[in-house]
């Protein structure tokens, strides 16, 4: 037997602010987190989507916080604001919870501290818990322990799709009754000097806003975050009389196997297509997309083409947007992040736009739903992510009705 997947609770720190509710006002009204930064010696970087300034001293125990990297401290933040929404009170409520976090680069703050001391300070040793305080699992295991979470814990590495990878692995054990709770989402913290020296060797960054599917788009917006969704079975939400938001109905992942960097049309499609049919669904019951639309050149026009393949004549009545537009692009956490975006799109029946989109591509010829959210009940939507190496995933939400 298999279980229904539902979502009972979302939480997310952004540019916009610590909580979910600031996330969903900014994204659902158009605004642009996405602002000029403080000039940083050596780096090209002028705009980007950072979180506001916050004391870790407050939000975290003394105990706690030499081990807690910056990015396990916006996945905690996430994590408290989903088990809040839920509704999950106690250990007691999560004694049979997963715990699974995906991260594109894991604690880069930690190390950026390290080769500091070795390399400009000149000192012989690094802090005794650099390696636990790092590593990309740093922040499965630091959610888990905050929230005394002991069922399976373990994170996910795949770039940018590292979030809907995680939230993929959650779906599967609560479908095969593995567990009653999944804690899933993404969470990434890339402002570290030498990590910004790397995204401006690659040349892939905007100087100026991000304008995913505009004919003068210029790059991403690099951005930080957390998101994080509570997964249950639908019989355990329904039993505790749980809010649902959607049903996470289908899932599909899938490798271009071929350049690094260059996204691939095919591998795609694939991903979109193994959703729907994994779902159970046909492509014209699809009404919106989430898009993984990064304003790159590149990205935008192959996934463009790709919802051309998958959707035919249906392509042109989808109503799709890039959030990515708002909160920028904060890498293993952003397609968690769009997640939560396209779960509350559905609850609310209202779709974010894509904002900063002041010229059409005319090789980008779809509705990207611009300028203005449009309130539009959505019955079906697809979220994309589509990372560097040529990892894809796509997940299907559908709006939740009880079958008797």
């Known amino acids: 037997m298999t279980h229904r997947v539902v979502i009972t609770g979302l939480g997310a720190v952004s540019a916009f602010g610590l909580t979910t509710d600031d ?17 940083i010696e050596g780096i090209k970087l002028s705009v980007a989507a950072m979180l506001p300034e916050y004391d870790e001293n407050e939000l975290f125990s003394a105990d706690e916080l030499p081990l ?26 999560l004694k049979n919870a997963a715990t699974i976090i995906g991260s594109g680069g894991g604690g880069k703050h930690t190390d950026e501290e390290g080769y500091k001391k070795l390399y400009k300070h000149q000192r012989k040793r690094v802090h005794p818990l650099s390696i636990p305080k790092g590593m990309h699992s740093a922040v499965s295991s630091s959610v888990s322990k905050h929230l005394a979470i002991k069922g399976p814990v373990f994170s996910v590495a795949s770039a940018c799709s590292s979030g809907s990878h995680a939230i993929i692995q959650g779906s599967m054990m609560v479908q095969l009754g593995l567990v009653d709770i999944a804690l899933v989402g993404g969470t990434d913290a890339p402002f570290p000097y030498g990590l910004l020296k790397a995204w401006d060797a690659m040349r892939v960054i905007s100087d100026e806003v991000c304008r995913p599917f505009s ?44 350049h690094i960097t260059r996204p691939d049309i095919e591998g795609i499609s694939k991903a979109m297509k193994d959703a729907l049919n994994n779902a159970k669904l046909s492509p014209e019951q699809v009404d919106y997309v989430n898009a993984h639309g990064t304003g790159t050149i590149a990205n935008d026009l192959a996934e463009t083409k790709a919802l051309h393949l998958v959707f035919g004549d249906h392509a042109r009545a989808l109503a799709i947007s890039s959030t990515k537009s708002m909160h920028g692009h904060a890498l293993g956490a952003s397609s968690a992040m769009e997640m939560v975006a396209t779960a509350l799109a559905i609850y609310h029946s209202r779709i974010p736009p894509t904002i900063n989109l002041d010229e059409a591509d005319e090789e980008c010829d779809l509705d990207y739903v611009t300028d203005t959210a449009r309130d539009q009940k959505i019955n079906i939507a697809i979220s994309n992510s589509f990372a560097f190496g040529g990892l894809n995933a796509a997940l299907v939400l559908k709006r939740y009705s009880h079958k008797i």
Do not use: T
């Not at 996330?23 to 000039?39: D, M, N, R, T």
């Not at 807690?68 to 409520?93: K, M, N, T, V, Y």
């Not at 969704?229 to 938001?245: F, N, T, V």
């Open 68 to 93: 807690l990297d910056r990015f396990s401290q916006l996945a905690i933040l996430a994590a408290e604001q989903a088990i809040i929404d839920a509704g999950i009170s106690g250990a007691e409520g």
């Open 23 to 39: 996330f969903w006002q900014g994204i659902s009204h158009g605004q642009c987190a996405i602002k000029p930064i403080s000039p």
């Open 215 to 258: 004919k003068n788009r210029k790059g991403m917006s690099l951005g930080e975050g957390a998101g994080v969704l509570i997964l249950e079975s639908e019989e355990h939400a329904r039993q505790r009389g749980a809010r649902i938001y959607a049903e996470l109905a289908g899932y599909g992942m899938s490798s271009d196997a071929g």
